[in-house]
């Protein structure tokens, strides 16, 4: 199951109870007081893992609690501090606060940690009160309450490449012929249900990560289809392969599908919509005299001024070359 979003509330511990006691000993009368200080509250952090890709950790446990501190004893014994509540999220989790609707971390870099709340200070015994004047005071300090909080999760997937298009448009089958990836792949629309991750391997150890969200289709920002419930995972990405079905299923123009996607990106946010674009036009294996591919591409570079190629996804034709040109843009946007 892939959960991207997640609700909760967390605690840090309580500090503990400083404690009233005084010396006890034979032959010693009036030996003072020596009752301890209570020990510090755990606090919460959060890290950044990079073994996690979704927030199913959440789904069914809503509520976090660091260790208490413990109360103070006699004869000078302070308690124990409470241990720290550390959270393990995926890279690329962000943390709000959700009574206040403020962003408070993004952990967008897996070892990244972040204290979101801090554990009570513990209280002092009354030891810490005797003065000369005062030399047997009766009274310790209460151990302060830990933070808390009540959160909103959100996940955004970090991958370099991010795929786009219509439903049945073949991203799944790229995906999967270019990485070790395995998404449903069917001959209906909407087979991607959920965000897939793709490591692309190319020779002298170079590697980039290719991300497959489900189809996008007209007015999926604001909430039809499945694609706008996933279009923040490639917010992060540094380029987007917006793929073109060249004989679309249902006889559209794949010039017009192309307008309709960037209209899509453009609506959800202006981010998406200024992404750098490649455009590849599948299926060609379809069209063996490339005719019905050449015109669309005349008629996109009419449209705007970006790399257009034409591959197979099936038979991988053109995958090779597109794998490098992503590479190169990749390693550009780096630097």
């Not at 209570?38 to 952090?45: E, Q």
């Not at 990244?112 to 004047?133: D, H, S």
């Not at 946010?269 to 490649?278: E, M, R, T």
């Given at each position: 199951?892939?959960?991207d ?18 010396r ?22 959060f ?28 004869a ?50 009354n ?61 209906y ?15 002298d ?79 060609i ?51």
């Amino acid at each position: 199951m892939f959960v991207d979003e997640a609700e909760i509330w967390v605690k840090a511990g309580d500090g503990g109870h400083g404690c009233v006691s005084f010396r006890r000993e034979r032959f010693i009368p009036k030996g003072g007081p020596d009752g301890g200080d209570g020990g510090n509250g755990g606090d919460v952090y959060f890290e950044a893992v990079d073994h996690l890709d979704t927030l199913t950790d959440f789904a069914g446990k809503h509520h976090w609690r660091a260790t208490n501190g413990k109360p103070g004893e006699g004869a000078n014994r302070h308690g124990a501090d409470g241990e720290d509540l550390v959270i393990q999220v995926p890279a690329g989790t962000l943390i709000y606060d959700k009574e206040l609707d403020m962003l408070l971390k993004d952990l967008s870099e897996p070892g990244t940690k972040v204290r979101i709340c801090r554990g009570g200070r513990g209280g002092k015994g009354n030891k810490a009160f005797a003065t000369p004047k005062y030399q047997a005071p009766r009274f310790a300090q209460q151990g302060k309450p830990g933070q808390e909080r009540s959160l909103r999760l959100e996940l955004k997937l970090i991958a370099d490449v991010g795929l786009v298009g219509m439903p049945n448009a073949g991203k799944s089958t790229l995906i999967s012929r270019c990485s070790a990836a395995r998404p449903k792949i069917a001959n209906y629309p909407f087979t991607t249900l959920n965000p897939v991750l793709g490591i692309v391997e190319l020779t002298d150890d170079r590697r980039f990560v290719m991300a497959d969200i489900p189809g996008l289709i007209e007015g999926a920002h604001w909430g039809a289809g499945l694609g706008h419930e996933f279009l923040r995972h490639i917010e992060r990405t540094r380029i987007l392969v917006h793929v073109l079905d060249i004989l679309p299923p249902d006889g559209s123009d794949p010039t017009k599908n192309y307008d309709k996607i960037n209209r899509e990106l453009l609506l959800h946010s202006k981010v998406l919509g200024d992404k750098p674009q490649i455009v590849i036009l599948n299926k060609i294996d379809l069209d063996p005299d490339q005719i019905t591919a050449n015109e669309i591409m005349d008629r996109l570079k009419k449209k705007d001024s970006i790399p257009i190629l034409c591959v197979s996804a099936v038979t991988g034709k053109g995958l090779k070359e597109l794998n490098e040109i992503l590479w190169k843009r990749i390693r550009g946007t780096k630097e």
